[in-house]
């Protein structure tokens, strides 16, 4: 009786170690040893968080036009991988995927494929948001976090890998916490090192773990360097996209909410870190130090759940929230404003502290005088006595950077403005240019608190 359990498991590791020399067919199990089925065996963990990620990742393809110093304008095809993180269709991926394409071609896992818009960008981080439209919900990306990753963890990397779509490499994790130059303009802070293969086109697809679990964002390939690949941390990436995805960005809306997810008992929780005075949230009595667990019909988990649940949702309608406060479940409800209503727009803020009015500039603007810039935006008008009047900025320059920041959107210079170190900076180096000559300056922020 004590022989068998031993004898079945001898018998099952002789069996799997000649499987390439006998089949299972010729070399049965003694009576009475349960057999393991080959399709599961082959169904690993690896397979299966594959199988659990894979509709929700999708390959993207455009061409673009790119103007080089001293050469001709050429076209260039682009591709890249992106992770669905709303079933309505917004996509998150690499921003230098996207950026500069003229039409988005999304491949889905079946095959389908669309044509995508951009929704909003962030140059600094490198992410983008894209959407796709269709009436069919899309299968969103499970989001694990990258608070507790492990040295040597096992990973998988999915992704466009040179155009061969729906590819998949496998790895560990080789180190945490990098920080990577890839070019003069370009600098990747604290990103995951894996020998996971990522190659050009991986870039904007999952890394996963066993789970199935998006951990991070594949962004970048050492130039030289064999068996080195990178990725933006996915707690980083979906703080950046619930930025893309922001109500206030997209619908004008606002909520006043401003929270942070805190793992506990292994579940992610967000927490209510403040609320905006004279804000939708305030009136509808959500309170620091509560934890949202639900909005509307949506399970919160982070801040981006937020903009989720609320994103395409009508000025003064009214949600519920349900809270954990005091350890009890509070029902609670919130009224959606307009902006305007006790904040302002990027465009108001910019033409208060700075003291200009910038506007998208024309693709002949960027062809005659951007040559060497990616982009830039025009200023189309100057507040008297404003910091950007008192620097000599004038109507028709276009602003192309700001510290180490370009300006391609309004969007970049709101982020630059909400930089937590940009008191310290200030008065803030400028670039801008003026008949196809580049002036440099310093601009004061009114408002601001440091000191020239």
């Not at 893309?244 to 929780?269: A, C, F, P, Q, Y």
């Not at 949230?281 to 959500?286: C, E, H, P, T, V």
Request: aromatic share 4%; net charge neutral; hydrophobic share 40%.
């Amino acid at each position: 009786m004590t022989l068998r359990p031993r004898l079945c498991r001898l018998w099952t590791s002789l069996a799997l170690a000649t499987v390439a020399l006998f089949s299972a067919a010729i070399a049965p199990a003694p009576i009475g040893c349960p057999r393991a089925e080959a399709s599961e065996l082959r169904r690993t963990e690896m397979v299966r968080a594959v199988e659990r990620a894979r509709p929700s990742v999708v390959n993207l393809r455009g061409q673009k036009t790119v103007r080089e110093d001293g050469a001709a304008a050429r076209e260039v095809n682009g591709m890249g991988t992106g992770v669905v993180i709303d079933s309505r269709g917004y996509i998150i991926t690499n921003n230098h995927v996207v950026e500069g394409v003229r039409k988005i071609e999304v491949t889905l896992h079946d095959g389908t494929k669309q044509i995508a818009r951009v929704v909003s960008t962030d140059p600094k981080t490198d992410l983008a948001l894209i959407k796709i439209d269709r009436e069919e919900k899309f299968t969103v990306i499970t989001t694990g976090t990258s608070s507790d990753l492990m040295i040597a963890e096992p990973v998988v990397a999915m992704g466009n890998a040179y155009g061969y779509e729906h590819t998949v490499t496998r790895g560990i994790i080789s180190a945490l916490h990098r920080t990577v130059q890839v070019s003069d303009e370009q600098q990747y802070e604290d990103l995951i090192q894996t020998d996971a293969s990522i190659n050009p086109g991986n870039s904007g697809g999952p890394l996963l773990n066993v789970d199935g679990e998006m951990i991070g964002i594949n962004v970048a390939v050492r130039a030289g360097a064999q068996g080195i690949g990178f990725a933006i941390p996915v707690d980083n990436a979906m703080a950046v996209a619930a930025r893309l995805m922001s109500i206030e960005r997209i619908d004008r809306n606002w909520h006043g909410v401003v929270g942070k997810t805190v793992e506990k008992d292994g579940k992610h929780r967000l927490v209510i870190d403040k609320v905006a005075d004279s804000s939708p949230a305030a009136s509808g009595d959500l309170k620091p130090g509560d934890v949202i667990t639900s909005l509307g019909d949506l399970a919160v988990e982070r801040p981006l759940d937020i903009e989720r649940a609320l994103l395409g949702r009508k000025a003064g309608e009214e949600v519920p929230v349900v809270v954990q406060r005091d350890g009890k479940s509070v029902k609670l409800s919130l009224v959606l404003a307009a902006m305007g209503r006790g904040t302002v727009g990027p465009d108001e803020r910019v033409w208060d502290t700075l003291g200009m009015k910038l506007a998208a500039i024309s693709t002949r603007e960027l062809r005659d005088q951007l040559n060497k810039y990616r982009g830039g935006l025009k200023v189309v008008a100057v507040k008297d006595d404003g910091p950007a009047r008192k620097q000599g900025i004038r109507q028709g320059d276009i602003l192309v950077g700001m510290h180490v920041w370009e300006t391609i959107s309004i969007d970049n210079v709101e982020y630059i403005l909400n930089r937590p170190e940009i008191d310290q900076i200030v008065p803030v180096k400028f670039y801008i240019v003026r008949d196809g000559e580049t002036l440099i300056g310093r601009l004061p922020i009114a408002g601001s608190t440091a000191t020239k």
